[in-house]
C-alpha cells in the first residue's frame, strides 16, 4: 500500500505563486509515476503534471504552459508542485496519485490517491 498526504494549498491572489506538497508512505511494486491531478466543482479530475518515482523524468499537461513545475525530494520522499501565474481557473481540489505510467494524461494508471488539498485563486 502507498498513502499519500497533500498540504501547502490555500487562498492565493491571481497571479502569485503556491507550492504543493506529497508526501508519500511506503511503496508498491507497480508504482512508477507520482501525479498531480485536480478537480474543480462540477468538472472532470484532470492530469496536471507527473515524475517518475526517481525523478528523472517529468510530463505535463498542455495547459499548464511552463506556469508549473513538478519536482521530487528522494530522501524526504515527498513531491512538490510549484506553480506560478496562478489564475481563477486554476482553483480546485488537488490530489496527488501514484501508479504504474508515466507519459499519459489518463487517471487509470494511478491504483493510490491522497485526500486532496484546496487551492482557491481569487482574482
Known amino acids: 500500500q502507498v498513502q499519500l498526504v497533500e498540504s501547502g494549498g490555500g487562498l492565493v491572489q491571481a497571479g502569485g505563486s503556491l507550492r504543493l506538497s506529497c508526501a508519500a508512505a511506503g511503496r508498491a511494486r507497480s508504482t512508477y509515476a507520482i501525479g498531480w491531478f485536480r478537480q474543480a466543482p462540477g468538472k472532470e479530475r484532470e492530469f496536471v503534471a507527473a515524475?517518475?518515482?526517481?525523478?528523472?523524468?517529468?510530463y505535463y499537461a498542455d495547459f499548464v504552459k511552463g506556469r508549473f513545475t513538478i519536482s521530487r525530494d528522494a530522501a524526504k520522499n515527498t513531491m512538490y508542485l510549484q506553480m506560478n501565474s496562478l489564475r481563477p481557473e486554476d482553483t480546485a481540489v488537488y490530489y496527488c496519485?501514484?501508479?504504474?505510467?508515466?507519459?499519459?494524461?489518463?487517471?487509470?494508471?494511478?491504483?493510490?490517491w491522497g485526500q486532496g488539498t484546496q487551492l482557491t485563486v481569487s482574482s
Open positions: 515524475i517518475n518515482w526517481s525523478g528523472g523524468f517529468t
Open positions: 496519485a501514484a501508479g504504474s505510467a508515466l507519459f499519459t494524461t489518463s487517471d487509470r494508471p494511478y491504483a493510490f
